[in-house]
């Protein structure tokens, strides 16, 4: 079982730079694959970013060059930093992680935070 909680979302304006932060309540070294999804009002979720176990990356194109997705393995933290925001980043953001290991997987979610980019 694992609990996560974001923080560090609000309202910036359109250029500026938010860092989101995600808590995990055990240790995250062995958690496969974190991530960041966001859903902006009337869409579906979307994938932002993702980072492996080990320290691989991917990011939406919607993103890339502009958020950068870090983990923090002593902090059981992984982060989210978002550069040059756009009024279309604006979205609840969630945190999630999965564990998997031959027939074993589980996804787990945080309870989201509010990212308002204004124009």
């Known amino acids: 079982q694992v609990q996560l909680v974001e923080s560090g979302g609000g309202l910036v304006q359109a250029g500026g730079s938010l860092r989101l932060s995600c808590a995990a309540s055990?240790?995250?070294?062995?958690?496969?694959?974190l991530g960041w999804y966001r859903q902006a009002p009337g869409k579906q979720r979307e994938l932002v970013a993702t980072?492996?176990?080990?320290?691989?990356?991917n990011y939406a194109d919607s993103v890339k060059g502009r958020f950068t997705i870090s983990r923090d393995n002593a902090k059981n933290t992984v982060y989210l930093q978002m550069n040059s925001l756009k009024p279309e980043d604006t979205a609840v953001y969630y945190c999630?992680?999965?564990?998997?290991?031959?027939?074993?997987?589980?996804?787990?979610w945080g309870q989201g935070t509010q990212v308002t980019v204004s124009s």
């Open positions: 999630n992680a999965e564990i998997f290991s031959g027939s074993y997987s589980r996804v787990y």
């Open positions: 980072i492996t176990s080990g320290g691989s990356t």
């Open positions: 055990r240790n995250i070294f062995s958690i496969n694959v």
